[in-house]
């Protein structure tokens, strides 16, 4: 299934808010995720990573350098994260 990216803000850290079509929203650490080797090395720097923006013909984000993430990776990176919280919570009564 093949969801568009329709938000993105950066945050502090290489972190990254996203909010999907079908509303799957979140933060998003893409330290973890990114090898910073290659076209996302110049992500390293935070000045860099900041600029990045959502490209509505690729539904996902990019940055000026032409570095990009597929959306059903970030989409499939997302979903963990917010699963991987919810097992940290207390279970409600």
Not at 19 to 25: K, Q
Request: one cysteine or more.
């Amino acid at each position: 299934m093949l969801v568009d990216l329709i938000e993105a803000r950066p945050l502090d850290n290489h972190r990254v808010y996203l909010r999907f079509e079908d509303g799957l929203e979140g933060a998003l650490d893409l330290g973890a995720y990114l090898s910073f080797r290659g076209i996302f090395a110049p992500l390293r720097d935070p000045e860099c990573f900041r600029k990045l923006r959502v490209d509505p013909t690729l539904g996902t984000i990019c940055w000026p350098n032409g570095a990009d993430v597929a959306p059903e990776t970030l989409y499939s990176w997302l979903k963990k994260t917010l699963e991987e919280y919810e097992k940290t919570q207390p279970a409600s009564a």
